[in-house]
């Protein structure tokens, strides 16, 4: 008796395994996972070059300043994270290529490549968008468990169940940026699958003009009829 193939095995599976675009894939949610980890880097990064910052600001005494370097500060993930993407992939380029992922292309040099500081520019974005979800399901469950924003400035270290609360706020944290890098997924998608439909259409269209041609050259050639022009012509 023949053996099924596991890889046919393994394939049919996989077909008949569905899997909803609008719910993250497995990747996006470690990618998620990763960036609120690398949070406590940018958090003590940002924090300790806001400390300096702002004594600077102090002595100077302009509110201009203090504009200027906050907008700075709220900015500062980018190149942090856009710089720490462009060291990891030098790593890999050098280390292990064969895992390197085409769109990176070859990493050299100190400052980072358009793909690093697309990843540090979106990765902003997830941080932002993932910190007001979390915010926004924080302020709506937290009167069902008798809190406020009040007793948890004052005085969280004596709220019950405290780390239940931060457990169900990362959740929402992660969750929120797993669903960001999901839809820009989805955009990349959509845009790749719309040029490919369209250069599979003009493809088709020159095969049939091509083909169009040669027909009309064999009836010039076999009935003598030189005016007949071709779609090229």
Known sequence: MTQPNIQEVSKQKLQKFY???????????????????????????????GKVGYRIVYFVNS??????????????PIPIISFTHHCLHLLIGRFIPEIQAPEIGRTQGLLPGIMSWWEGLYAWLVIAISTLITALFSTILLPSINLNYVRLIEDYTQIPNINNIMLISWFFYISGGAITYQIEYLVRHRIISTYSGNKEIDRSKSTTDLKADKELNRLRGEMGLHKIKSNNE
């Open 19 to 49: 899997w909803s675009l609008w719910f993250p894939y497995p990747s996006y949610w470690l990618k998620a996972l990763i960036l609120t980890l690398f949070l406590r880097v940018i958090i003590f990064v940002v924090n300790n070059t």
């Open 63 to 76: 509110p201009e300043l203090f504009f200027i370097f906050t907008i700075l500060l709220l900015l500062s």
